[in-house]
């Protein structure tokens, strides 16, 4: 059973950091892109930014120059590092993976269960 589990939320004040990690656990072959989302109270669910497997980004223009992602794939995990954070980055963040699993054979997107990030003074 393939899963993520997202770690490191809590609350920072604003102009300070945060990191976050998306651990994958489970019958995996191999991972591809992932990328960070997050969600505030009542607003849709937006894109942070993605990573591929060999460790290309993109980023949201709300983070770019702030925000960074980064992955260590012998550990199947992605990171988050949030710095310079405004209260506007309030949200529960959420990761996502395409994975492909080693039972069963089909590659689909996965997602953790999020993990809250408040930003206030």
């Known amino acids: 059973q393939v899963q993520l589990v997202e770690s490191g939320g809590g609350l920072v004040q604003p102009g300070g950091s945060l990191r976050l990690s998306c651990a994958a656990s489970?019958?995996?072959?191999?991972?591809?892109?992932m990328g960070w989302y997050r969600q505030a109270p009542g607003k849709q669910r937006e894109l942070v930014g993605t990573?591929?497997?060999?460790?290309?980004?993109n980023y949201a223009d709300s983070v770019k120059g702030r925000f960074t992602i980064s992955r260590d794939n012998a550990k199947k995990t992605m990171y988050l590092q949030m710095n310079s954070m405004k209260p506007e980055d309030t949200a529960v963040y959420y990761c996502?993976?395409?994975?492909?699993?080693?039972?069963?054979?089909?590659?689909?997107?996965?997602w953790g269960q999020g993990t809250q990030v408040t930003v206030s003074s």
């Open positions: 489970g019958s995996i072959f191999s991972i591809y892109t």
């Open positions: 996502s993976a395409n994975i492909w699993a080693r039972v069963g054979g089909e590659i689909r997107e996965y």
């Open positions: 990573i591929t497997s060999g460790g290309s980004t």
